[in-house]
């Protein structure tokens, strides 16, 4: 039973991959339009919270004073 377990939760985490994998391709794609491009960027901006993530798409770091 355990292992039926551990074989529909890989499965679960191998597909949610996969669809995190397939939604980046779709996002770099359209980021070859520029207007999309800001768009995306202006909700990567919104979404990241962790500066080295905010750093792959050139965004500032978040300031963590105050």
Do not use: V
Request: proline fraction near 2%.
């Amino acid at each position: 039973l355990a292992r039926e377990k551990k074989k529909a939760t890989d499965q679960q985490r191998k597909e949610d991959t996969r669809r995190k994998i397939l939604l980046g391709s779709l996002a770099l794609k359209k980021m070859q339009d520029d207007s999309e491009k800001a768009k995306i960027i202006a909700d990567l901006n919104d979404y990241l919270t962790e500066d080295r993530d905010r750093l792959l798409f050139g965004l500032q770091p978040i300031s963590k004073g105050s």
